[in-house]
């Protein structure tokens, strides 16, 4: 005869619990958890002036001509791929922590631009996109007579 076993109403929600949060890693660009495979995606700030959108992604330790930027309808594709440093004789790692390897991060513009006059520049990281406004979108002033 088989032993009786115990009921736990929790069995089995560990995993869901690692399952669950390994899809919003990927989802949202999250670091993920140590023992992942590594999935990444730079963050965004998404900043709205007078006249223009302002882009503001964060990668970190990679060289301007290893970053792809398109405007794909009314979508902004940033990719790229973070090498990882290879190990050398009389040098190993104990830690790694930053994530590397290829990345495409897609956002949704939320206003219309003018993407054929968009201005790109990457310094101490930090890569940012300037799209002028459309002019359907841009604020007019109504004189009241």
Avoid: C
Avoid at 24 to 41: A, C, I, K
Wanted: proline letters at 5%.
């Amino acid at each position: 005869m088989g032993k009786i076993k115990r009921y736990d109403p929790f069995w089995g929600i560990e995993s869901f619990r690692r399952d669950m949060e390994r899809l919003f890693d990927s989802f949202f660009g999250r670091w993920p958890s140590e023992g992942y495979p590594t999935l990444w995606g730079p963050a965004v700030d998404i900043e709205e002036t007078k006249d223009s959108l302002v882009v503001r992604v964060e990668i970190p330790g990679m060289k301007k001509e290893e970053i792809k930027i398109q405007t794909v309808g009314d979508n902004l594709v940033i990719s790229g791929e973070r090498k990882h440093e290879a190990e050398e004789k009389d040098r190993h790692f104990h830690r790694v922590e930053r994530t590397y390897g290829k990345f495409q991060r897609v956002v949704s513009l939320p206003i219309e631009v003018e993407s054929d006059r968009a201005k790109a520049s990457y310094k101490e990281g930090v890569l940012e996109i300037t799209f002028p406004k459309s002019e359907k979108t841009r604020a007019k002033e109504i004189e009241v007579k």
